[in-house]
């Protein structure tokens, strides 16, 4: 086995597909979404460079992003607004996915989706902005999902495993 495969729980898979086509818009909930190699998923607003952070700064991968709703249960705890899953921008929930574990790791993500981990998504207070709920910052602090970039196109549908690479002998 690879060293990241302690990092996938047996039924781990994608809970939830959220994107957005215009930077600041709501997220949208979907059952399948194609996932274009190099772009990430297909009219979503990093897929088409037209995201908050796309063309500003340093150039940084994001494809996808995926938090773990775990993640979003704990953050959510002992609060009195929570957050949905689509408050936290993220494009895919998962379950069963020890996402921080995933930095520099490939994966593959339903019948043939490949992915590679390129950085923990590290919580900003656009997500508080844009719901309206205070706090997502501190919040999400070492929970706020990991970026991936997408390295062979495909389909992704709620309910798809997520798993380790195959070894091969």
């Known amino acids: 086995m690879n060293e990241a495969s302690g990092a996938f729980g047996r039924n781990a898979q994608v809970r939830g597909i959220f994107i957005c086509v215009n930077a600041g818009d709501r997220m949208m909930s979907l059952d399948l979404?194609?996932?274009?190699?190099?772009?990430?998923?297909?009219?979503?607003?990093?897929?088409?460079?037209r995201g908050f952070y796309s063309g500003k700064g340093e150039p940084k991968t994001r494809h996808l992003t995926l938090i773990d709703a775990t993640a979003i249960d704990a953050a959510n705890a002992g609060r009195d607004q929570m957050f949905e899953w689509a408050d936290t921008r993220r494009n895919l929930v998962t379950r069963g996915v020890a996402l921080n574990d995933l930095v520099d790791v490939e994966f593959v993500i339903g019948d043939g989706v490949l992915v590679r981990g390129t950085e923990l998504c590290?919580?900003?207070g656009r997500p508080s902005q844009l719901s309206g709920i205070p706090g997502f910052k501190e919040a999400f602090e070492d929970r706020g999902g990991l970026r991936v970039a997408?390295?062979?196109?495909?389909?992704?549908?709620?309910?798809d495993p997520i798993t380790p690479l195959p070894i091969v002998a």
């Open 33 to 49: 979404a194609r996932v274009m190699g190099d772009r990430g998923l297909l009219h979503d607003r990093y897929g088409m460079g």
């Open 150 to 159: 997408v390295l062979e196109s495909g389909v992704i549908r709620v309910g």
């Open 122 to 124: 590290k919580p900003c």
